[in-house]
Each structure stands twice: as structure tokens, then as C-alpha cells.
């Protein structure tokens, strides 16, 4: 009969499921799998084995190689950086920083300018905590030696209604009609030799963007506009609205930004790890048409400025491991902020879901990554401005038979007499957003350049409506 109670493994040992086990650790440093004599400092994958040599070189290799083979980023043109203090990002201003210097083997040839939003209002922080940390970012940023831009995200409630509306594309940068990839770099060339090579291409201590002032006395904005941006934030319904809203307001902030310093291109942090995850959520949220958008390496949807992702071929571990070994600083902020007691966001739950569901399975979050690799991103296209969401600047995906389906999200109130109704920018909007524009509370908590952009694209249809009826 089997020892159900002793120690020697009888049927009732291995009544649960069995786990993955790991393998044990060899009583023998491992070997650098790439030069094969230095001794192994972390292992990326099972069986990768690196030296910390063979990673830095590994590390820098997979950033300069996705640069170079999308060739979206051109030679001269103006890139900012949108640096969160968190450790991918400080991680991407890091590559630049050793990309741009003299020692590089294959220097950059972009000019670089970084930009920090600080959201400390909307996460709870003090007044006290708020300055230390835009302190402690200022710090950061200064030591890069590029121009910087520190802006709260009160400021994105003053944005215009033009932040909604897709700019012109540029000409001459990756437009068909401008001069192709090579062109460019030969005459980027010739013209460096014709200056003498002064290295007049790379700003490296160009003076500051941000207003002057010395690192421990930041500015905070006036105690008006944080309350109504915290209105705003608790009208809300949802976690998950609140963390749709913050990225709003984030990426036209920063958009603008970039527009009005003439930058043709925003860099953004998002690691592999973060694009997975970001894949699921909106894959959760409705968002399905326009993944290849929102997790691909270009976002073109604001025309004249192009949004790209050189991170998003590393994974969080990779990103840690080098930011450890080699002294690259953060600045961590808490998450967002809230009041209630309710469940996590959508974008908090599938974030512990995939991380839980890594420890177990290593190759999780890269097999959702590279599925999103395989989704175009021609839903997302929009022909007209009538066809594009108001918030988030895609093609719509209501027309036709979708939206029959989509009736029951509409937003059915009779408001009073001279009151204006939610449901009238129903029309205005793709599916993720209806769902995200029910939560967001009364229209006087909305942003104002929301509100504005809305009420014109509404008296514009009704014009239409009105001279097409005059016709008839």
C-alpha cells in the first residue's frame, strides 16, 4: 500500500497539479554565451547567458538596430523625448545621451529635447512631495545636457481645440513626397564635411527649455487649476476612466508641446513588457481596430507629429538589469490616485494578470507582443475630420450595421431647457471612447478644449444637416 502520510512520496504526494520547476543553480559560474570567456552577471532568456560587457553592447545594439531599420527619424530633425523618471524611459535618454557622443562608433544625427509632466495633483502627492519630485526630475534632466521642458498636467485644461484637429504633415521628413532615407543622410554628410564636422548637429548643452530657475525651488501652478483638474478626475465613475483620461491629457499636453518647440517626432518609453500589457487592456477597453496605433513603433494619427516606441523590443528584466549595472537614475512616482474604494482599473488588472501569468510561463508577455506585431494599422486611418474620434483621433468604427449593436451604449437623458447633452457627442466618437465618455461625469468637468472642439464639429454637422434639408 502506498505511505499516504510519510515523506516517501505516495499517491497523495502529487495530488496538486504539478508546477514548472526550475532548474537548480550550478555550483560553476556560468559563461558568457556571446564572448565565451567573461563570467556570466545575469541571464536574459534560459540558457542566455551574459556578461556585463556582451549586455551593454547587446543592450545598445537592439536600440540603435530598431532606429535603423523603421528609418522614420531623420538626420537634423528636432526628436523629444518623454522621459517619466521612470526606468524605461530614463533607459531610452541613456541610449541617446551614448548615441550622440563622440566615442559612438555610429553617432546619432537627431537633435534631442526631453519633456516631463509632472501629475503629482492627480497621484495624491502633497504640495511638499510634489516639488520634491519635480525637483529631483529637474536634477535629472539638467545633468543630460539637453534642452528640457517641465510642465504639470494643470496645463493641458489651456490647450486649444486644435490639439483635436490632425496638423499638416511635414514636408520633407517621411512624407512621400520629400526626399527618401538616404538622400537625406548623404546630404546630412556632405554638409557636416562642409561645416568641418564641428559636431554643430548635436545640441549637447544647448540652454534649458523650462523657465530658469535653480534645481529645489520648483513651480507649482496655482491651487485654481489643480482643483479643477482634481474635479475633472473625481467626477469620473471608473478607475478606469480616470487612468484613460490621465493618458489623454498626457499625450496632447505633450503633442503640443512638440508642436509648438518644432519637434517632428515624440519618443515614448513604453518597454515590451508595457506594450503587452497595453495590448490586452485595449483589446478589454473596445479598442481592437486600432491596436497596431496604440502599441505599434509609429503613431501617425496627429499628422505632423510622429509618435514612436524605440523600447518596445525590451523587456522590463532587460531594462532593470541595465539601469542596475550601469547607474542610470529614476524617479519613481506612486500610481494613480483615488478616493473610493472600488476595484482595480482595467489596465491594473490585466498588468497582474500577464506578470502573474510570466513567473510562470517566461514567454507570456512576447508571445502577446509579437502577435500585436502582425495587426495593420490601416482601421485606424480616417479619410475626413468627420471620420475621426474626436478623443483619440482615429477612424471611427460606428458605421453601419455596428451601429445597431452599439444602441445601447448611447447615453439616453433629456436635459433641461439650455442645458447641453452628453449625447449629442455620442456621434463624435469610436466605440472605447463612447464607453470612456459615460464615465467621465457631467460636460463641466470635461476639459474645456474637449467641450470647445465638440461644440464646433456639432454646429458644423448641423449646418450641413440645415443646408442639405434647404436643398432638398
Given amino acids: 500500500m502506498c505511505d499516504m502520510e510519510g515523506g516517501g512520496g505516495g499517491c497523495g504526494a502529487d495530488a496538486e497539479p504539478p508546477r514548472r520547476r526550475r532548474a537548480p543553480a550550478d555550483s560553476q559560474p556560468r559563461t558568457c554565451m556571446k564572448c565565451g570567456q567573461g563570467t556570466a552577471a545575469l541571464v536574459i532568456r534560459v540558457g542566455d547567458p551574459f556578461?556585463?560587457?556582451?549586455?551593454?553592447?547587446?543592450?545598445?545594439?537592439?536600440?540603435?538596430a530598431m532606429l535603423g531599420k523603421n528609418r522614420v527619424i531623420f538626420p537634423g530633425e528636432k526628436v523629444l523625448l518623454a522621459v517619466s523618471g521612470g526606468p524605461a524611459s530614463c533607459a531610452m535618454v541613456r541610449q541617446v545621451q551614448e548615441g550622440l557622443s563622440r566615442e559612438a562608433a555610429?553617432?546619432?544625427?537627431?537633435?534631442?529635447?526631453?519633456?516631463y509632466v509632472e501629475e503629482g495633483a492627480v497621484r495624491g502627492q502633497s504640495p511638499e512631495?510634489?516639488?520634491?519630485?519635480?525637483?529631483?526630475?529637474?536634477?535629472?534632466l539638467q545633468?543630460?545636457?539637453?534642452?528640457?521642458?517641465?510642465?504639470?498636467?494643470?496645463?493641458?485644461?489651456?490647450?486649444?481645440?486644435?490639439?483635436?484637429?490632425?496638423?499638416?504633415?511635414?514636408?520633407?521628413?517621411?512624407s512621400p513626397s520629400g526626399p527618401s532615407y538616404k538622400e537625406a543622410v548623404d546630404n546630412f554628410?556632405?554638409?557636416?564635411?562642409?561645416?568641418?564636422?564641428?559636431?554643430?548637429?548635436?545640441?549637447?548643452?544647448?540652454?534649458?527649455?523650462?523657465?530658469?530657475?535653480?534645481?529645489?525651488s520648483?513651480?507649482?501652478?496655482?491651487?485654481?487649476?489643480?482643483?479643477?483638474?482634481?474635479?475633472?478626475?473625481?467626477?469620473?465613475?471608473?478607475?478606469?476612466?480616470?487612468?484613460?483620461?490621465?493618458?489623454m491629457l498626457r499625450t496632447h499636453l505633450i503633442v503640443q508641446t512638440a508642436r509648438d518647440r518644432g519637434y517632428a517626432?515624440?519618443?515614448?518609453?513604453?518597454?515590451?513588457?508595457?506594450?503587452?500589457?497595453?495590448?490586452?487592456?485595449?483589446?478589454?477597453?473596445?479598442?481592437?481596430?486600432?491596436?497596431?496605433?496604440?502599441?505599434?513603433?509609429?503613431?501617425?494619427?496627429?499628422?505632423?507629429?510622429?509618435?514612436?516606441?524605440?523600447?518596445?523590443?525590451?523587456?522590463?528584466?532587460?531594462?532593470?538589469?541595465?539601469?542596475?549595472?550601469f547607474s542610470v537614475p529614476t524617479v519613481i512616482v506612486p500610481p494613480l490616485f483615488t478616493k473610493r474604494r472600488e476595484k482595480l482599473s482595467i489596465h491594473r488588472l490585466v498588468e497582474r494578470f500577464l506578470v502573474g501569468l510570466q513567473e510562470e510561463f517566461p514567454s507570456t508577455i512576447s508571445t502577446v507582443y509579437r502577435t500585436g506585431e502582425k495587426l495593420s494599422p490601416e482601421p485606424a486611418k480616417a479619410s475626413s475630420e468627420w471620420q475621426r474620434c474626436l478623443l483619440c483621433l482615429c477612424g471611427l468604427d460606428t458605421y453601419g450595421e455596428e451601429e445597431l449593436a452599439l444602441e445601447p451604449t448611447l447615453i439616453l437623458e433629456?436635459?433641461?431647457?439650455?442645458?447641453?447633452?452628453?449625447?449629442?457627442?455620442?456621434?463624435?466618437?469610436?466605440?472605447?471612447?463612447?464607453?470612456?465618455?459615460?464615465?467621465?461625469?457631467?460636460?463641466?468637468?470635461?476639459?474645456?478644449?474637449?467641450?470647445?472642439?465638440g461644440q464646433r464639429r456639432i454646429r458644423r454637422a448641423e449646418m450641413e444637416q440645415n443646408q442639405e434639408a434647404s436643398e432638398s
Fill in 51 to 64: 556578461c556585463r560587457d556582451c549586455f551593454r553592447e547587446y543592450f545598445v545594439h537592439k536600440f540603435r
Fill in 189 to 216: 554628410i556632405q554638409q557636416q564635411r562642409q561645416d568641418g564636422d564641428s559636431g554643430s548637429s548635436l545640441p549637447g548643452h544647448s540652454a534649458p527649455g523650462s523657465p530658469a530657475g535653480a534645481p529645489g
Fill in 414 to 453: 433629456e436635459p433641461a431647457a439650455g442645458v447641453e447633452s452628453k449625447a449629442a457627442y455620442i456621434p463624435l466618437l469610436c466605440y472605447s471612447c463612447r464607453l470612456t465618455f459615460k464615465e467621465l461625469g457631467p460636460l463641466g468637468t470635461l476639459p474645456p478644449y474637449v467641450r470647445a472642439e
Fill in 143 to 174: 545633468a543630460t545636457g539637453f534642452p528640457y521642458h517641465l510642465l504639470h498636467l494643470e496645463e493641458a485644461l489651456e490647450l486649444p481645440p486644435s490639439i483635436l484637429q490632425p496638423g499638416p504633415e511635414r514636408a520633407g521628413t517621411s
Fill in 129 to 140: 512631495q510634489r516639488q520634491q519630485t519635480l525637483a529631483q526630475m529637474e536634477t535629472l
Fill in 218 to 247: 520648483p513651480r507649482l501652478p496655482g491651487a485654481a487649476q489643480t482643483q479643477e483638474l482634481l474635479r475633472s478626475f473625481e467626477a469620473a465613475a471608473t478607475a478606469t476612466a480616470r487612468e484613460e483620461l490621465l493618458e
Fill in 265 to 325: 517626432k515624440v519618443m515614448m518609453g513604453d518597454s515590451l513588457t508595457r506594450v503587452a500589457i497595453k495590448l490586452l487592456t485595449n483589446l478589454s477597453l473596445g479598442r481592437g481596430a486600432f491596436l497596431a496605433v496604440d502599441t505599434g513603433f509609429t503613431d501617425q494619427r496627429h499628422g505632423d507629429v510622429m509618435v514612436v516606441r524605440p523600447m518596445r523590443d525590451y523587456t522590463a528584466k532587460e531594462i532593470a538589469f541595465y539601469n542596475r549595472f
Fill in 106 to 115: 555610429k553617432r546619432l544625427r537627431f537633435i534631442p529635447g526631453l519633456i
